[in-house]
DNA sequence: AATTTATACATAATTTTCTTATGCATAAGA
DNA sequence: TCTTATGCATAAGAAAATTATGTATAAATT
């Protein structure tokens, strides 16, 4: 997509956002998930996504879990219990950022 | 700041909006102006600031012009033709991340 | 008077985070 | 049969930031 470099940085919320809200989800879905909410705007490489969701786990707040189905293998996430408490800040931030980027560039629209 | 790394990546847009509005500031001014309409959320580094300017030069959408105040030097930057037309594009592009972020997280305020 | 903070630029080393490329494997569709 | 879709993973490289360092003058503080 063309303004990719704005996503930089978000990915991390973005998953854990999507966790809080389908309890589990595997990689690929939410590759899927992020593709269908954004009509295609954003497309999450396999590059970034099992590195950060690797790390995610490695810093405690998600917990993995494998399946197998139809004879294929699914890594399913969700988060901790320390991993909600730390959506809930990540979500803050989003909100204050998205604040005061339109604080800065002022579009002709406006936040209610 | 918190949540600088959501910041990443739109920082060449931020700096064209300014000099759009401003019609022209030099670095250390947009550090300041910056910090103020963040309310110190966003602090701009120096190591990122003058890179990207130069950057943007070097493309050919900010040009700029050296003056001498009060025994000190400042670099003022004003957008080029090309520079406003890639403004238009990347506030654009800013808008539309925006509410893809919003989609994405749907937080509980909603854009008009 | 001396030191710190503010103003003003710049670059280098390092880190973070991403894209692109590669690899493996099974299932479905053309 | 070959391509696309599903599913994971890692490595090489690029992009964009942070942190550290450097230079210089002016203002404010101790």
């Given at each position: 997509?063309?303004?990719?470099?704005?996503?930089?940085?978000?990915?991390?919320?973005?998953?854990l956002?999507?966790?809080?809200?389908?309890?589990?989800?595997?990689?690929?879905?939410?590759t899927?998930?992020?593709?269908e909410?954004?009509?295609?705007e954003?497309?999450?490489t396999?590059?970034a996504?099992y590195?950060a969701?690797?790390?995610?786990?490695?810093?405690?707040l998600?917990?993995?879990e494998?399946?197998?189905?139809?004879?294929?293998?699914?890594?399913?996430?969700?988060?901790?219990e320390?991993?909600?408490?730390?959506?809930?800040?990540?979500l803050?931030?989003?909100e204050?950022?998205?604040?005061?980027?339109?604080?800065?560039v002022?579009?002709?629209?406006?936040?209610q």
């Amino acid at each position: 997509m063309a303004n990719s470099k704005l996503f930089k940085g978000s990915l991390n919320t973005i998953i854990l956002k999507l966790l809080e809200e389908k309890g589990k989800m595997y990689g690929y879905e939410i590759t899927q998930k992020v593709k269908e909410l954004t009509k295609g705007e954003l497309k999450i490489t396999e590059g970034a996504l099992y590195p950060a969701l690797h790390k995610l786990e490695a810093e405690g707040l998600l917990e993995a879990e494998v399946a197998k189905v139809d004879n294929r293998l699914r890594k399913y996430y969700k988060l901790t219990e320390k991993g909600e408490k730390e959506t809930v800040n990540r979500l803050a931030e989003l909100e204050e950022f998205i604040r005061s980027m339109h604080n800065l560039v002022n579009p002709d629209w406006s936040i209610q």
